[in-house]
């Protein structure tokens, strides 16, 4: 394995962090002094998904487009959050020019290396627990942008489930949006006028605070969050 497979998987490692940039910043330089190691890390980000104006969102991603990629000996491309499909198509093709090893994070891409997670076998492991431990018939997804590789398969992973042991797939319990904490609130709302006693099985955490904030002041008809 050569040193840049092997700072790709450590960087992998950190991508769900709260703090993750601090973290690669940090942790990144400790990794290139414990090897010994002659690399240099660039990360090029941005918060375009964070805002609702897409005259601003234009100028946030403006920033994936400022390096010339193959000056680089390696890519690694985390591109799973970003709803915009025509950009991302856009990096990844910009990314296969400039012949240099790709490697894909979370997201399948023809032709390009990948590294992820088992994201459907994860979330079968939380329903089997919620079903034959906690005796729950009624769980509601919140997911994130539709079209999402992850997203997708932890949605199957939930229908799968939920027919293994025989409990109706209800339309009504799903709410997909995206990534933002602003899901989380509008779940909350949906699902409150369908059941008294609420699971919210969350795709992802950056979802979860402001529910969690709302659970709280609920104790008495709401139950946790379960998320990954």
């Not at 492991?125 to 005796?135: A, Q, Y």
């Not at 509008?186 to 099985?201: E, G, I, Y």
């Not at 795709?203 to 990954?228: E, G, K, N």
């Amino acid at each position: 394995m050569t040193a840049f497979q092997e700072l790709s998987f450590f960087v992998y490692n950190h991508i769900k962090s709260l703090v993750f940039y601090i973290n690669i910043h940090y942790h990144k330089h400790n990794y290139i002094s414990d090897h010994n190691s002659d690399i240099d890390l660039y990360i090029f980000h941005c918060f375009g998904n964070f805002s609702q104006d897409q005259s601003y969102n234009v100028g946030e991603y403006n920033i994936f487009r400022l390096p010339r990629l193959s000056d680089f000996d390696g890519i690694l491309l985390d591109l799973a959050l970003i709803p915009d499909h025509e950009l991302k198509e856009e990096v990844i093709i910009r990314a296969r020019r400039a012949s240099v090893p790709v490697i894909s994070f979370l997201d399948k891409v023809p032709d390009l290396y990948f590294s992820g997670i088992d994201n459907y076998h994860a979330i079968c492991t939380l329903m089997e627990h919620l079903i034959t431990r906690h005796r729950c018939t009624k769980l509601n997804y919140v997911g994130g942008i539709i079209g999402n590789q992850e997203n997708h398969q932890r949605f199957l992973a939930y229908k799968d489930t939920l027919k293994k042991h025989g409990i109706a797939f209800e339309p009504d319990r799903i709410y997909e949006l995206n990534y933002e904490v602003e899901t989380g609130l509008k779940a909350f709302t949906v699902f409150r006028n369908v059941d008294s006693f609420l699971k919210l099985l969350s795709a992802l955490m950056t979802i979860l605070p402001q529910v969690s904030v709302l659970l709280r002041r609920m104790p008495d008809i709401l139950s946790p969050v379960i998320f990954l």
